[in-house]
C-alpha cells in the first residue's frame, strides 16, 4: 500500500481573524479512494466507499493509543465485522453497499471495545445546535469524528470545529479523493482538506455523526 500522508489537515487555510478552534488531538493516516489497491470508486455515479475510508482513518488514529494489535481493517474485513454481528445478511459480503455512522460504531465497538456517542441532525439547517457538543468533543476525547447524511450522503472526516460567536465551521478531512497524495498542501489546495461554513451544509439533508469516546 502507499505510504499514507498523517494529519493532512495541519496547516489548513483559515480566513478567520477572531474566534476559537478545537481540534483532534494526536496523529491519524489519511485513507482514502483506492489508497490500498482496492477499487471503490464509482457505481454510475456515486462513489460507496468513503465510510470504510473514514472509518480506516478513525481505526489508525486509535491505534496510536490503543495497544490492541489490531491493524487498520480492510473494507471486506470490515464488511465481515458487520455480518458476524448481524448487523447485515451474508450477501453484504464482497458488495457495494455503503456503511455510515452506525455501521462505524459498530466496527469500533467490536474491534476495540470503545463506545461511541450517535449524534443525529434532522437537516442541515440544524447543524447549529450541536456545535457545543462537538467542541466538547474536541477538547475531552480529541478523536476524529465520522459524519455522514442521506441526500449530502458523502461521508467525511470531522477533525475541528472553528467557533465564532454564532458561526462555526467544521474542518474536513475528505476520503473521495483519488490519487497518490503527494503533500498535506496540495490536498488542501485541492479541496480535500477545508474550512466548511455550517451554512454550506445542505440544508435538506440529514446528517448522522460518530463521535468515539476515546482519548488520545
Known sequence: MTSLLANVHEGAEVQFSSGKFHLVSGKYKYYHYLCDGFDDRLIIFQGWGCGYRTLQTVCSWINQYYQKNVEVPSIRQIQEILVD??????????????????????????????????????????????????????????????????????????????????????????????????????????????????????????????LPQAKS
Open 85 to 210: 454481528l448481524e448487523d447485515k445478511p451474508r450477501s453484504f459480503l464482497g458488495s457495494r453497499q455503503w456503511i455510515g455512522s452506525f455501521e462505524v460504531c459498530l466496527v469500533i465497538d467490536k474491534l476495540y471495545d470503545i463506545p461511541s456517542k450517535i449524534i443525529h441532525v434532522n437537516k442541515g439547517d440544524n447543524l447549529s445546535t450541536i456545535v457545543d457538543t462537538l467542541k466538547t468533543h474536541f477538547e475531552k476525547f480529541g478523536s476524529p469524528i465520522m459524519m455522514g447524511g442521506d441526500i449530502d450522503c458523502s461521508s467525511k472526516g470531522i477533525m475541528g470545529i472553528h467557533i465564532d460567536k454564532s458561526e462555526a465551521s467544521l474542518l474536513i478531512v475528505d476520503p473521495h479523493y483519488v490519487g497518490k497524495e503527494q503533500t498535506k498542501e496540495f490536498l488542501q489546495n485541492k479541496g480535500w482538506v477545508k474550512w466548511q461554513p455550517l451554512k454550506d451544509f445542505l440544508s435538506s439533508s440529514f446528517y448522522n455523526l460518530c
